[in-house]
């Protein structure tokens, strides 16, 4: 949703998603809004301020750790129901 970002949002990616992770808050609520009408799948905040250069090692650590977490609930959530 960043006007720095390579990709923006399409309609494709918001139908095939499980899940949608957004480095800060604001752009969860721009996709809410962009996106009214379509049902959505869960959107997170990493929490993690846009102010860090590409492809920073620090950037790199907390996209990480942000993206694991949300990845094992979702994977946890996923073999809980096919129990």
Do not use: C
């Not at 949703?1 to 480095?23: G, R």
């Not at 860090?52 to 094992?72: A, P, R, S, V």
Request: charged residues 30%; negative net charge; aromatic residues 8%.
């Amino acid at each position: 949703m960043s006007n720095k970002s390579s990709h923006q949002i399409s309609n494709s990616d918001v139908e095939w998603a499980d899940l949608v992770l957004v480095m800060e808050r604001k752009y969860k609520s721009r996709i809410l809004s962009e996106f009214r009408g379509y049902k959505l799948p869960p959107i997170e905040s990493l929490d993690i301020p846009d102010e860090y250069e590409y492809m920073d090692d620090e950037l790199i650590g907390l996209i990480k750790i942000g993206t694991e977490y949300h990845i094992n609930i979702l994977t946890n959530k996923a073999l809980s129901s096919n129990q």
